[in-house]
């Protein structure tokens, strides 16, 4: 087709000199090798999502790259009979897309089609959200409910981490310097269960949380025998409300004090003033999210 | 190092750095200016390619990861020189003003068209979350979306009764 | 080009609009047809050619190291390290340009590059201009500038600026200009007003933001002596002039052209990228390309005034407005640019599409270290509109009225006269617009369920 004059195929000079490695292995065995090789030295790409936002125009300040995009065996989603493990590399769009993921874990895949945009959920993947450690990170909140646990290697060993026990400050993690998060491993409700999950923020898509909810509840009859209840950017780090958790857990539904229960919830939850929401905008909006959210499930399974 | 890619049906072998932007290597390497930057961290849409099949911020793209790639750009849409019916639905609904979003709102349209052939207007508007227009034109933007699917409609049934 | 002719229909068919259907093409009349926009085929293809799309054979890259404090007297500039960088062609500091005059939309009052013992009034400002052979170097040895300050107090707050002990933001003090409003006897409106409703509104910054940032490329044409400029601009040649003035050439050695624009808004009205890339232009006589980053476009380009915004207003009980005293505080920001306009223009409609016999108003620009403010859609009276119509539902609710109806006997009318004494004789439609809108949202009068 016609093309302007102007237009022209311009390579500037590449002087390739600031970066000293760039490792695109094709197995997590490698990966794990060069890992154990420069411990925290050494930058991992996923999806990119982040760290090209991180690294706007200091890009080439990283000195050695970790490409795990090419390694295949970390992107699945696997079902067996307790559990469904999860490929660290799986996309957004995959969880979003997965059929069955579909009816069994409706509050992840609800977060998964949450996630900034379809441009962002096409690249940017499970393990990276969780490695980021984002107090807003969409996936962790449902991680948290559905009480999953990650997978974290070395060259030669591996060890499993409880979400809950994974997150230690904003974007700061258990994983040691030779670690990578390969797998997330969720145990499948044993009972019929009933979700919520809600994203709060300016926007529809492309925001960052300002609070987010999720809410995974499981009945045996009208009782309810598990509850898994956390919120994000609600406290330094993505959080499980436990005691309130244990408020529900042995009630029915008809049984529950949603205000009382909305109250407690601001009261466990530490949020800060920052752009996106004042810490008593989110205790508000935490509050009556609570509630949205014990009602909602009570109209659906009415 | 080089990287292998093909854009727009085209094979193309490049040196690229870990930090080269799959953006810049198709702005400026291979002159497709038709894909802007708006922002540079995946916000705006403005320099939206298929990647693969899917959507992708082509400013938050490591070259490297590309390599191997199957990208089309706004420039690969029309390259036989016939306007795709979402390019010319584009022009019909108005909905192109000063035209900067444009490249990534007809991509993404595309994208979801394949996917989906009867979206509702809840689904366009899924399907284009990702991109934004500060003209404000999303009302036509939307139209142009519909007004495609309905023209693809209307070709696949001409074709199915040939 | 110069002795190409051509009529003034011909033009507007080509490049403004393009006529839908062949045979209507002869046709003089548009309004009421479906005509498509001439240059939409370009733009939904990737064809059309936007400022940064625009590249020469052996263009140099502009990268613009930036204030390090919102206001602060440069004590040195160190860009020794920077120059070593491989690929830099060119670091340019205010004292390789002596000749090089400031700049402004209005007032010229912002300087191209600050020199040593000059201040930095807000994070925007110039300090260097790096030319390299490719981003990337340009990029690093930006970074690489080592800049001593001399801090002085950072004035965010117009109220603080207009102080008498606030250091001087510019010379001539921090009240850039006042405009004052009279009409009528305000006094004796007010002592004849049934209720009197006093209130402050803050309105905040906003950026435009359109979808492209600031951008341009240059080339001088040495043999010619002209520079020509590929940039987008509001002003053509506005631009052109100011960008001449400051650069000391006379208006013919600059040449614009303008491409494609990505959005602008009001924010390209201001000179943004033009002069630094003419230097660039001028001394490497290479082709020069610049590019801003969104962030660098938030920081440096104009936005939105803030305006805090008095209004004090009399009624009589029956509703009708008698009464207006309004005041304008608009934060401009560290430079003019459209500020003196804008606050001006906002007092001026400060009663919207309400009739007020007297009115009495003083407006301000303000200098503040924040980012200057300039023109966006509406250009000040978008936030008197939010006050005044605030002051009307206010004035509603204390009348115990309908504010529909309460608007509707405060309306222009044809024959009307605005605060300014410009006498309102066609085109008046405020009254037929309340009432369509009333009737298209189902108005049952505003009461409170």
């Known amino acids: 087709m016609k093309k302007s004059p102007m237009k022209l195929e311009s390579s500037q000079t590449i002087s390739g000199v600031d970066f000293e490695n760039y490792f695109q292995p094709g197995s997590l065995k490698e990966a794990l090798e060069i890992k154990a090789e420069y411990g925290r030295d050494i930058t991992i790409a996923a999806g990119t999502t982040d760290l090209f936002v991180a690294y706007y125009e200091r890009l080439h300040t990283i000195k050695n790259w970790l490409d795990l995009s090419k390694i295949d065996e970390l992107k699945y989603i696997k079902f067996s009979e307790k559990n469904v493990k999860i490929g660290a590399m799986t996309t957004h769009l995959a969880l979003k897309e997965s059929e069955e993921l579909k009816g069994k874990f409706p509050v992840l895949q609800a977060a998964a089609a949450d996630v900034g945009s379809p441009q962002i959920r096409s690249r940017g993947t499970i393990g990276g959200n969780i490695a980021t450690s984002s107090p807003s990170g969409d996936l962790l909140t449902p991680l948290l409910s559905y009480q999953a646990r990650f997978k974290l290697e070395t060259a030669g060993k591996s060890r499993w981490a409880a979400a809950e026990e994974f997150f230690t400050g904003p974007k700061q993690n258990i994983m040691g310097p030779k670690e990578i998060l390969t797998e997330i491993e969720v145990p499948l409700p044993k009972n019929d269960s009933s979700g919520y999950w809600i994203k709060i923020g300016r926007r529809k898509a492309l925001v960052i949380s300002t609070l987010n909810f999720s809410l995974v509840l499981e009945f045996n009859k009208e009782k309810i025998s598990r509850a898994g209840l956390a919120m994000g950017s609600a406290a330094p780090t993505p959080v499980r409300l436990k005691k309130i958790e244990e408020m529900l857990v042995g009630k029915s539904l008809d049984e529950l004090d949603h205000r009382k229960l909305g109250e407690e919830v601001k009261k466990q939850i530490a949020p800060i003033d920052d752009v996106r929401g004042t810490k008593e905008y989110r205790e508000d909006v935490a509050f009556e999210t609570m509630i949205n959210a014990l009602e909602d499930i009570e109209s659906r399974r009415g | ?162 | ?449």
């Open chain 2, 1 to 162: 190092m080089q990287i292998t890619l093909r854009v727009n049906g085209e094979e193309r072998t490049l040196d690229v750095t870990p930090y080269t932007r799959l953006l810049d290597l198709i702005r400026e390497d291979l002159g497709l200016t038709g894909v802007k930057e708006g922002c540079g961290k995946g916000e705006c849409g403005a320099c939206t390619v298929i990647m693969n099949g899917e959507l992708t911020a082509s400013c938050l793209v490591p070259a490297p990861q590309a390599d191997g790639a199957e990208i089309l750009t706004i420039e690969g849409l029309a390259a036989d020189g016939k306007l795709d019916p979402i390019q010319e639905s584009f022009i019909e609904a108005g909905a192109v003003q000063c035209g900067f979003c444009i490249p990534g709102m007809v991509l993404a349209g595309k994208r979801l068209l394949d996917e989906n052939p009867n979206p509702n207007e809840e689904d366009v508007r899924y399907g284009l979350s990702g991109n934004i227009c500060r003209c404000t034109g999303y009302a036509k933007i939307i139209d142009a979306v519909m007004m495609a699917a309905d023209k693809l409609k209307v070709e696949g049934s001409v074709n199915n009764g040939e």
């Open chain 3, 1 to 449: 080009m110069a002795n190409n002719k051509y009529d003034v229909k011909d033009y507007y068919c080509k490049h403004t609009t393009r006529c839908t259907v062949e045979g209507e093409k002869k046709s003089k009349r548009f309004v009421g047809r479906n005509v498509l926009k001439a240059d939409a085929e370009d733009k939904v293809t990737g064809e059309a050619v936007y400022p940064n799309d625009i590249t020469f054979e052996d263009t140099l890259y502009l990268k613009v190291k930036r204030a390090v404090h919102p206001h602060a007297f440069l004590k040195d500039i160190d860009i020794s390290e920077a120059k070593k960088v491989k690929g830099v062609v060119d670091i340019i500091t205010a004292e390789d340009i002596p000749e090089v005059r400031k700049f402004g939309l209005i007032i010229r009052d912002q300087p191209v590059l600050v020199g040593i013992g000059e201040k930095m009034r807000y994070m925007g400002d110039a300090l260097a201009v790096v030319v390299a052979e490719n981003k990337e170097a340009a990029i690093k040895a930006r970074d690489l500038i080592k800049v001593k300050v001399e801090k002085l107090e950072i004035i965010t707050n117009p109220f603080r600026a207009m102080e008498d002990d606030a250091p001087d933001i510019h010379p001539d003090g921090n009240i850039l200009i006042t405009h004052n409003l009279d009409r009528g006897d305000v006094e004796a409106a007010f002592a004849e007003s049934d209720i009197i409703v006093e209130k402050k509104y803050q309105t905040q910054f906003i950026d435009q933001l359109p979808m492209q940032n600031e951008a341009g490329t240059a080339f001088y044409d040495e043999k010619k002596g002209i520079v020509n400029i590929w940039a987008a601009t509001q002003w053509l040649h506005d631009t052109q002039a100011d960008i001449a003035q400051s650069l000391r050439l006379a208006k013919g050695q600059v040449r614009i052209i303008q491409p494609t624009i990505g959005g602008a808004f009001g924010k390209k009205e201001d000179v943004s990228v033009h002069i630094h890339l003419a230097i660039a232009a001028i001394r490497t006589g290479r082709p020069v390309k610049f590019t801003y980053t969104r962030e660098e476009s938030m920081i440096t380009q104009s936005k939105r005034h803030p305006i805090t915004i008095y209004n004090k207003t009399g009624v009589s009980k029956d509703g009708y407005l008698k009464a207006w005293e309004t005041k304008f505080i608009g934060d401009t920001g560290a430079y003019a640019s459209s500020g003196p306009a804008v606050v001006h223009k906002g007092m001026y409609h400060a009663t919207g599409p309400y009739d007020v016999a007297n009115i009495r108003g003083i407006s301000h620009a303000v200098y503040t270290n924040n980012t200057y403010c300039g023109a966006m859609r509406g250009f000040g009276t978008t936030q008197g509109a939010f006050a005044y119509e605030s002051q009307m539902d206010i004035l509603a609710e204390k009348l115990e009225m309908d504010p529909a109806q309460f608007r509707l006997q405060n309306v222009y009318h044809i024959g009307s006269s605005t605060p300014n004494g410009q006498q309102l004789n066609h085109s008046v439609n405020a009254e037929e617009t309340i009432k369509r809108v009333m009737e298209l949202s189902g108005w049952k009068g505003g009461q409170k369920e």
